[in-house]
């Protein structure tokens, strides 16, 4: 199954309510002074849109990218239910032609929240084209699992190799400035996707 209909199935078995809830995901919200200090964000794989109406609402100019179009219709009814307005973008950040040049260093902001549904070898496609994302200086911001979470089963992958590891984020930002690695445990809330004690890993990497 590719990921277009595996994401399509689960966002419309969900039917109306959302995935994972309406609310954007804890570790993006607490950092939204620091979010202040861009103009332009670009939410990846952004699902039912909770995180990039979030951003929007912080006063952000958004762009959002997603694989399913129906995840991108009940984001738009999402973002019109809030008053936000809001890029959105179909397309597979895994395609090899992504992302385009015209979105090459455009923002001062990259957001990938829960993006581990692919392995080894597709993780560092998909970092490198977040990477050109990102203008001098912009930041990444990335929240995922970490391998206890296997025994947690409380929301993400079930295969090993798509979770993260400090010493993956390490080494895959290791040109980068990381500004925060912390990995911990934490309940979560979001939606019936992610529900329970979690384990828990978030990045902040800033563009030379």
């Known amino acids: 199954m590719n990921q277009e209909t595996r994401w399509n199935t689960r966002y419309r078995d969900a039917g109306d309510d959302y995935l994972f809830g309406t609310e954007p995901n804890r570790f993006l919200a607490h950092r939204a002074a620091l979010l ?6 670009l939410s990846v794989a952004d699902g039912e849109g909770r995180n990039s109406v979030w951003l929007a609402e912080q006063g952000l100019e958004v762009t959002a990218v997603e694989i399913s ?11 019109a239910g809030r008053n936000q307005a809001i890029r ?5 950040m895994l395609a090899p032609d992504w992302p385009p040049a015209e979105l090459h260093n455009a923002f001062d902001w990259v957001i990938g929240i829960f993006i581990q549904f692919v392995g080894a070898a597709e993780r560092t496609r998909q970092i490198s084209a977040m990477k050109r994302l990102a203008r001098p200086g912009g930041r990444i911001l990335l929240q995922g699992y970490t391998p206890q979470q296997l025994v947690y089963a ?5 295969v090993l190799e798509n979770l993260y590891t400090r010493e ?10 990381i500004e925060e690695l912390v990995d911990y445990e934490d309940d979560i809330a979001e939606g019936i996707g992610h529900k329970g004690r979690s384990a828990l890993i978030g990045l902040v990497a800033r563009k030379p």
């Not at 202040?36 to 964000?41: D, E, M, P």
């Not at 129906?70 to 999402?78: F, P, Y």
């Not at 993956?168 to 400035?177: G, H, P, T, Y």
């Open 88 to 92: 959105f973008l179909l397309a597979d």
């Open 168 to 177: 993956i984020l390490l080494d895959a930002f290791a040109d980068w400035e």
């Open 154 to 158: 409380t929301g993400g992958p079930s």
């Open 69 to 79: 179009p129906i995840a991108v219709e009940k984001a738009r009814h999402l973002a």
């Open 36 to 41: 202040g200090n861009g103009r332009t964000a």
